[in-house]
């Protein structure tokens, strides 16, 4: 099967939980939003969830644009951004009100008895197919 390249969204009100004093979000939460954006990307790229039981996070990076406050809808766009032999990288922008509050990225690696291990022929061919861009880097 054929998977289109695609930007999967994940929508998110931030909670009261989720903010300081001043009503602005915890820089953690992106982290938090970028893991529940992971699976939706991985769900609707059809790949199989116990997937995750092999995928390790490795490297996580959030660039902040705007402050983002309580009770605002976000939307997070997430897409498969970069495909290595046992690594795969997921670019994330976080929107609020269609303006970008953050952006970044999270590298999973397929670990397999505790060792990084090339990704499966079959879940390599689903994540090519959902390649997208833009590749966004830390600065």
Known sequence: MYIMPMKSKTRHVVALSET???????????LELFDRARVDMYRDAS??????????????YVEFSRIVKFLDELEILSWFCRLGTTSVKMCH?????????ARGY??????VGGK???IPDDIRA??????????FTAK
């Not at 300081?20 to 992106?30: F, G, L, N």
Request: cysteine-free; charged content about 20%; aromatic content about 12%.
């Open 116 to 118: 990084p291990t090339r």
């Open 126 to 135: 689903k994540i090519s197919s959902a390649l997208d861009t833009p590749e």
């Open 47 to 60: 790949l199989p969830i116990s997937l995750f039981y092999n995928m390790r996070a490795k490297a996580a």
């Open 106 to 111: 999270v590298v999973d690696v397929y670990v």
């Open 20 to 30: 300081d004093a001043t009503s602005a979000i915890y820089y953690s939460v992106y």
């Open 93 to 101: 922008q976080v929107l609020t009100g269609g303006e970008e509050a």
